[in-house]
Nanobody, 122 residues
Framework: VQLQASGGGLVQAGGSLRLSCAAS????????MGWFRQTPRKEREFVAA????????YYEDSVKGRFTISRDNAKNTVFLQMNSLKPEDTAVYYC????????????????WGQGTQVTVSS
């Protein structure tokens, strides 16, 4: 599976960004998908996950109510809508694919994209 993330950028606190991740190489609708993020000071951490059907989602506590993960299986793409952004959301965001129905742990993901930088200024 090849994953290509896009949509990162520089935004002021309180603003919004929408990340996209296009997948190829395997039946997208059979994959659980997720977003993780990493800063130089932290391990890569879980942000959000969505089941292959889109019917189940999980979020890390600090992004609940602000971020929304979704997917379009017809377009082989997963999205992360990020609203009310805070400076502490600044990180490189990675999309990932799992052969599991849905997953929240790094080791459950089999394929990773290249990352897209999100910078939130105060």
């Amino acid at each position: 599976v090849q994953l290509q993330a896009s949509g990162g950028g520089l935004v002021q606190a309180g603003g919004s960004l929408r990340l996209s991740c296009a997948a190829s190489g395997r039946t997208f609708s059979s994959l659980g998908m997720g977003w993780f993020r990493q800063t130089p000071r932290k391990e890569r951490e879980f942000v959000a996950a969505i089941s292959w059907s889109g019917g189940t989602t999980y979020y890390e506590d600090s992004v609940k109510g602000r971020f929304t993960i979704s997917r379009d299986n017809a377009k082989n793409t997963v999205f992360l809508q990020m609203n009310s952004l805070k400076p502490e959301d600044t990180a490189v965001y990675y999309c990932a694919a799992s052969s599991s129905t849905i997953a929240t742990l790094r080791h459950e993901y089999d394929w990773w994209g290249q990352g897209t930088q999100v910078t939130v200024s105060s």
